[in-house]
């Protein structure tokens, strides 16, 4: 069984502009008292950041190199220091690079920025998420692509093909050493930093408001979690890069999307539990500018994990191809759900139904296409381990299989469709699944395959269309 997973998107990095990076959009908030001073600018005091995930790290590096002086706070222990990014697969979306070129792949800044205006529906009405975008595909390629590689970060020689209604060409570069590496590589940079001592790091440091005097943001003020003394911290400026607010399920249902049906009633979170929307508010309350809470970033396949590190704790499956999706009844969407083309649109249709769908698949399709998002689901890419990686990519990811298998409640292992559909049906799922919905979905997909007329079905063709790229 599978719940809808809320996750937020996109590595990114501060921009000079300061607002997140959202493959779709915009989410999360910004207030800043002040520009941040120009490079070799020196300034006694110091610019605080709020956060610790990837946002804040890359910022943090930044004003170091900045010659400014950097107080960073997060509410999470040292242990988690990198934030949501530690777990993340560690794709990310960058326009005309040296990979792409060498498999032929052309993409430009103007082809990109027409695929993301179009498929995110973004003009430039919308104001600054349009202008995000626009400096997002102007500038990836030097300010993430190449200065990431400076800070001895690597990427797969293979630019994968995600989203394709929305990206007319591959464009998701891979870290090799997932997104674990990543937020290691940075942190550290961040403490290698020939400047380190003009870094001060808080962990446990939860900030709840902002200090504001004369009209303009002079510092923070909250609670440290581990003596449960209140704290102020004044500086110069102050950067909030505390995530979205996806770590709040009450959050994600009050935004959620208008045109994506009601919200489910049960959801999984994917996202930093701590990123839960309270700065947000804090922004809110000193008029400070939020974007479009409802351009919010969600899966289609989520399921529980067995060893949950937060409530509600939620896997991202990555939908296989050859699977067939059902709807909470057991028949087959109408027309059939597509895999790799338009999560949000997975999302509302899924939302629509009921908010609770299966897949089937067999043994031979699970082991080929069946994947996880995250660090923790790709140990091969994780630790960086080439021929394990590389078997993973010919054969499958065996380990896994087995794992979800084994472990994970929403999964169903059953030798008849009968006996599926019991499974189904004895689940906490609130609706029963039909067995004759069910029959009927496999009997024509089977028919289908069997026919070979791989255009009388939109799943086949699909699927012969993602094979024509290899990294896929
Ligand atoms: C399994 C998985 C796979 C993913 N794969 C990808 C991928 O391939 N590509 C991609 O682009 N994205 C991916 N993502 C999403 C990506 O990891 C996140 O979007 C990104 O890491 C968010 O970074 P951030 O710095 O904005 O926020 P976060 O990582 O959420 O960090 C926010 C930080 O702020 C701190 N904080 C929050 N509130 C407070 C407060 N009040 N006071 C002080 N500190 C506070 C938190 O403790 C946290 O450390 C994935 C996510 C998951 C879960």
Not at 233 to 253: F, H, I, Q, Y
Not at 404 to 428: K, T, W, Y
């Amino acid at each position: 069984m599978q719940r809808l997973l809320k996750a937020h998107a996109l590595h990114g990095r501060y921009g000079k502009n300061q607002s997140r990076a959202l493959q779709l959009g915009q989410q999360g908030a910004l207030y800043q008292s002040r520009a941040v001073a120009p490079r070799n600018c020196l300034s006694a005091a110091p610019v605080i950041v709020i956060g610790g995930g990837i946002a804040g790290l890359t910022a943090a590096l930044e004003l170091l190199s900045a010659q400014r002086e950097v107080v960073l706070l997060d509410r999470d222990v040292e242990e988690n220091f990198g934030g949501l990014a530690k777990e993340s697969f560690g794709g990310i979306l960058v326009v005309d690079t040296p990979i792409q070129r060498r498999h032929r792949i052309r993409d430009s800044v103007a082809l990109a920025f027409s695929d993301w205006t179009r498929f995110g529906g973004l003009s430039p009405a919308d104001g600054w998420p349009y202008r995000w975008a626009e400096a997002y595909v102007n500038e990836c390629r030097a300010e993430v692509f190449d200065w990431l590689r400076t800070h001895g970060v690597r990427f797969l020689p293979m630019p994968h093909w995600v989203e394709r209604n929305g990206n007319s060409v591959p464009r998701w570069h891979i870290v090799w050493g997932s997104g674990e590496r990543l937020a290691l590589q940075l942190i550290d940079r961040l403490r290698s930093h020939p400047r380190t001592a003009a870094l001060t790091l808080r962990f446990s440091h939860r900030v709840e408001r902002f200090l504001v005097s004369n009209g303009r943001v002079t510092g923070c003020a909250g609670l440290r979690e581990d003596t449960g003394e209140p704290f102020e911290v004044t500086g110069d400026a102050v950067l909030l890069a505390a995530g979205g607010v996806n770590g709040s399920l009450d959050e994600v249902r009050r935004h959620w999307p208008a045109d994506s049906g009601k919200a489910p009633a049960e959801l999984l979170n994917g996202a930093h539990r701590y990123a839960d929307g309270a700065l947000h508010a804090a922004v809110a309350q000193l008029d400070g500018q939020i974007g479009d809470l409802s351009r919010m970033w969600n899966y289609a396949a989520g399921v529980r994990h067995w060893r949950p590190r937060k409530p509600d704790h939620g896997i991202s499956l990555v939908p296989p191809r050859g699977a067939l999706w059902l709807d909470e009844c057991g028949a087959r969407f109408d027309p059939p759900l597509l895999a790799g083309l338009d999560t949000s649109a997975q999302v509302a249709r899924i939302a629509r139904s009921g908010g609770v769908s299966w897949q089937i698949l067999n043994r031979r399709i699970a082991i080929r296409e069946l994947a996880a998002s995250g660090a923790e689901f790709n140990p091969s890419l994780r630790d960086r381990r080439p021929l394990a990686f590389l078997r993973d990519m010919l054969f499958g990811n065996r380990w896994l299989v087995d794992t979800l298998l084994r472990r994970c409640p929403d999964f169903i292992v059953a030798h008849s469709l009968p006996e599926l559909v019991a499974g189904m049906n004895a689940s906490d799922c609130e609706r029963r699944v039909n067995l004759a919905c069910v029959e009927r979905a496999v009997r024509d997909y089977d028919a289908a395959i069997a026919r070979g007329d791989r255009h009388a079905d939109p799943q086949l063709a699909n699927i012969e269309t993602a094979r024509r790229w290899k990294g896929d």
